[in-house]
């Protein structure tokens, strides 16, 4: 999503299911926070989704606080949205992220 993929025309969306933004002592927070020092434009559409039972493992706190980050960069060009869905942890959250998915991509 940053700067190695920067010309990477591949996807036009991307789409996150609980991600593990804590992993490797929140290494995609550093990543991200280097792109925007030299970067104020970042051509991308991403969906994150992340169980609201999600918060013994990081997970429901890191992407949190990541959406939080990325959104007030205000990059030109970054649609991305998160949608916490209820009562799904890390493996309940599977099915319904993908249903959402599929459903998206109908449009």
Avoid at 28 to 34: G, N
Avoid at 40 to 55: N, P, Q, S, T
Avoid at 73 to 91: D, M, Q, S, W
């Amino acid at each position: 999503m940053f700067k190695r993929y920067k010309t990477d025309k591949l996807f036009d969306r991307h789409f996150a299911i609980s991600p593990s933004i804590w992993a490797n002592y929140y290494e995609l927070d550093k990543i991200e926070t280097a792109y925007f020092k030299s970067n104020k434009a970042l051509k991308a559409d991403v969906m994150i989704y992340v169980g609201g039972l999600e918060f013994l493992n990081k997970v429901l706190y890191s992407t949190r606080s990541f959406y939080t980050t990325v959104t007030g960069r205000k990059y030109t060009g970054l649609r991305v949205r998160k949608e916490e869905i209820g009562n799904a942890n890390h493996f309940s959250i599977r099915k319904p992220a993908i249903d959402r998915i599929f459903e998206s991509l109908k449009d």
